[in-house]
């Protein structure tokens, strides 16, 4: 099955998140055939099409549902205009997010008081990727890793980026985003488990 490679994302041990959508627009997050995610190295990255064979991966633990093994991989090439990919996204129907970041996973985030979005068990969307358009520039600001702060009424809403690209000052308002929900984690033992919001990569329209 063709599978276009939408994002590479940084993970902890050596590893990445690879990111992709099939022809039929199904969202899939690529691990090995023994269930583990790429290594850092993979030589699958974002703007390619692979002709992918893969089998359903047992047990995924919602929202993570896109995971799949994959089996047998073959590259079919690399797209060289980005805008190809709006193209696609618009041309298969895929759901698109707009405006404020409170609307992003069909509005079950919640907000830290410094702005980190984040999910817990009490609403659990049905995916942990999706795209977003957003009606208002995201400014880059160091801290705590590389973050995008987006403007709104209700305080700044902030977002890590977690790509392989090289950051920009300034994703202007109007760019199609891939942000995406982080594996479930917690701070300690008697904290509750969240996926937190990132940023994952954006698209030329």
């Known amino acids: 099955m063709e599978v276009l490679i939408l994002s590479k994302t940084h993970m902890n041990g050596g590893h990445c998140c690879i990111g992709g959508i099939t022809g039929l627009g199904r969202y899939v997050r690529l691990l090995t ?120 009424q209700n305080g700044w809403r902030s977002l890590k980026f977690v790509g392989f690209e090289d950051p920009i000052d300034t994703i202007p308002a109007g760019t199609l985003i891939r942000v995406s929900l982080a594996r479930w984690w917690k701070q300690n033992e008697n904290a509750e488990e969240r996926c937190f919001l990132q940023l994952s990569g954006w698209y030329d329209l």
């Not at 269930?35 to 047990?59: A, L, S």
Request: hydrophobic share 30%; no cysteine.
């Open 33 to 152: 055939s023994n269930g583990e995610n790429q290594p850092e190295n993979t030589e699958i990255n974002p703007k390619q099409v692979w002709d992918i064979e893969f089998v359903e991966r047992q047990n995924n633990v919602p929202p993570h549902v896109e995971d799949v093994l994959v089996t047998k991989k073959n590259l079919i090439g690399t797209i060289k205009e980005e805008v190809q990919i709006s193209n696609f996204i618009r041309q298969k129907n895929i759901p698109i997010w707009r405006g404020t970041p409170d609307n992003l996973f069909d509005g079950l985030i919640q907000f830290t008081s410094s702005g980190s979005g984040y999910i817990d068990r009490s609403h659990i969307p049905e995916h942990s990727v999706g795209f977003w358009i957003s009606d208002r520039n995201l400014t880059r600001n160091d801290y705590n890793g590389i973050r995008y702060r987006y403007p709104s």
